[in-house]
Structure formats: structure tokens, C-alpha cells
């Protein structure tokens, strides 16, 4: 039995039951409980928060999880990318006040930044000698500068609409991710 954590609901979800669908793999996902069972396929299912499926495959609790490259980043956990699936793709990017001039990097030393991905920026502002005052936030990340909680943001972009509608623009593009 091969056991493959997926993300419960959310994003990533439905592409993840339709890649097992497409290869003729039916799972029952009407009564979603917290593990699943594939017909015809010796497969079970770990619903689970996209967060904590690069652990649960790191411990072998699963055999295989599908999940953003960026939730393997930012947990740091030990296990092996064998596959980009061509669903989910967005970059995480820092963004900052549209009204504000831009010329480079140096405008984060010293300033604000919410994330929800302390470690990947941690990471990036490390290796390019800037010191920021990262603070971290689970959710609704895009409006910590109007809410005069952080300077700027890090946060993940896939359209830009949500940046824009925030009066916030990109100004660097940090980690490309993907479902893998
Ligand atoms: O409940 P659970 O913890 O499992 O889910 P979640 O809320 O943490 O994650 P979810 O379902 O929102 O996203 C799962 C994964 O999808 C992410 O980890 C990424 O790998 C991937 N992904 C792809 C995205 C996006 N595109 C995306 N656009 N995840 C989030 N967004 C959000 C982003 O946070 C921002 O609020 O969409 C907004 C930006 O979108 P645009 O199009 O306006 O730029
Ligand atoms: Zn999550």
C-alpha cells in the first residue's frame, strides 16, 4: 500500500485528485475523511494542510506527497523533489507601497517585511547582506501596510491582482514554486 499526502482543500486539492484521476486512479473524495482509500489500486490518501505535508513524507508517515515547492522551502524538510506537476505555479515576491520609489534591495535594509515564509526570506536577505525586520503573519499578509503593521510584504503573487487591489507593487521576485 503506497500511502500519498494530498492537500485536504484549498489550491492544490482538486489538480492533486485529478492527476490521480487522469491516470485511471478513482478515489472516493465525496466523504473526505481524513485518509481515503483508491479503488482498483493498492493507494490510500492523507488529507492533510498543505504545511504539514513535506513532514509527514520526511517522517514517512506518507510514502509521497503533492505540494507546493514553496512549503518544502520554507519547512526545510528532508525529502526528495521527484516531480514538477505543471499546477500551482506562483513566485513569492516582496512588494511594497506603489507610491514609493524603487531602486534596489537596499530599500528593505532596516525596514518592515510580513510573511508568512520567514525562512525562505530569511534565506534571500541573508545571502544578499540586507538586515530587515521580518515579521511573521499566517494570513492576510496583503494588507500589513495599510494596516501599518509592516513596511512591505513577502508573500506569494500568481496574477498580481491581489497586490494591485492592495496598492502594492512588485519589486522583487524571489522563488518560483510549483505543485511537485
Ligand atoms: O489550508 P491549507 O494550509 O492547506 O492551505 P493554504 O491556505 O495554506 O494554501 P492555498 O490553498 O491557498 O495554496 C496552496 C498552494 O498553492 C500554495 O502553497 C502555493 O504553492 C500554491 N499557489 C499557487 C498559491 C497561489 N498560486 C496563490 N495565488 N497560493 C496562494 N495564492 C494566494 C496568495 O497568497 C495571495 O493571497 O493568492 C493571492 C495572490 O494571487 P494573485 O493571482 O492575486 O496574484
Ligand atoms: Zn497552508
Not at 500519498?4 to 487522469?22: I, P, T, W
Not at 465525496?30 to 482498483?40: L, M, Q, Y
Not at 493498492?42 to 488529507?47: A, C, G, Q, S, V
Request: net charge negative; aromatic share 6%.
Amino acid at each position: 500500500m503506497i500511502r500519498l499526502a494530498v492537500q485536504s482543500k484549498g489550491r492544490l486539492n482538486e489538480e492533486s485528485l485529478k492527476l490521480l484521476k487522469d491516470a485511471g486512479i478513482e478515489v472516493d473524495d465525496t466523504k473526505r475523511k481524513f485518509i481515503g482509500k483508491a479503488s482498483g489500486f493498492p493507494l490510500e490518501l492523507l488529507y492533510l494542510r498543505d504545511d504539514d505535508i513535506p513532514g509527514v513524507v520526511a517522517d514517512g508517515s506518507a510514502d509521497i506527497g503533492i505540494v507546493g515547492l514553496n512549503e518544502i522551502a520554507e519547512t526545510g524538510a528532508d525529502v526528495e523533489v521527484i516531480r514538477k506537476l505543471g499546477f500551482g505555479k506562483c513566485r513569492l515576491s516582496l512588494a511594497i507601497p506603489k507610491s514609493m520609489e524603487y531602486h534596489g534591495l537596499e530599500w528593505f535594509e532596516g525596514k518592515s517585511i510580513a510573511t508568512s515564509y520567514p525562512s525562505i526570506l530569511h534565506c534571500f536577505l541573508y545571502s544578499k547582506g540586507i538586515s530587515s525586520d521580518i515579521r511573521e503573519i499566517r494570513g492576510s499578509v496583503e494588507i500589513a501596510p495599510a494596516a501599518g503593521i509592516a513596511d512591505s510584504i513577502f508573500d506569494i503573487v500568481s496574477s498580481g491582482g491581489t497586490l494591485v487591489s492592495n496598492g502594492l507593487k512588485e519589486v522583487e521576485t524571489v522563488f518560483e514554486s510549483s505543485g511537485v
